[in-house]
Nanobody, 124 residues
């Protein structure tokens, strides 16, 4: 069992930056591919970014490319999402997730463990 706890969300003006963290406990994070998803009010949870077990490969949804960076520190058992040039449409609850699968994936059902989420609000 892996327990994931997100932090770092908050209120920021458009153009600003935030760094989200996801601390894992229970098992070694290096055994899992990791991802970030987000869910805006009235919308389905959507993929944001993912990183492979060894950080060798990353994957992003088109709307965040060149603005967001996903990275991990396996020694600290922590996943991060650096978000720059934030836009009001980035407003959502952000969730981190862990996948046992070897292949990097955007599919929600491929992720085995989820955090409780952290709210990000970007004002215009």
């Amino acid at each position: 069992q892996v327990r994931l706890v997100e932090s770092g969300g908050g209120l920021v003006q458009a153009g600003g930056s935030l760094r989200l963290s996801c601390a894992a406990s229970g098992r070694t994070l290096s055994n899992y591919a990791m991802g970030w998803f987000r869910q805006a009010p009235g919308k389905e949870r959507e993929f944001v970014a993912a990183v492979s077990r060894s950080s060798g490969t990353t994957l992003y949804t088109d709307s965040v490319k060149a603005r967001f960076t996903i990275f991990r520190d396996n020694a600290k058992n922590t996943l991060y999402l650096q978000m720059n040039s934030l836009k009001p449409e980035d407003t959502a609850v952000y969730y981190c997730a862990a996948a046992s699968s070897i292949a990097l994936t955007k599919q929600r059902d491929q992720y085995d463990y989820w955090g409780q989420g952290t709210q990000v609000t970007v004002s215009s």
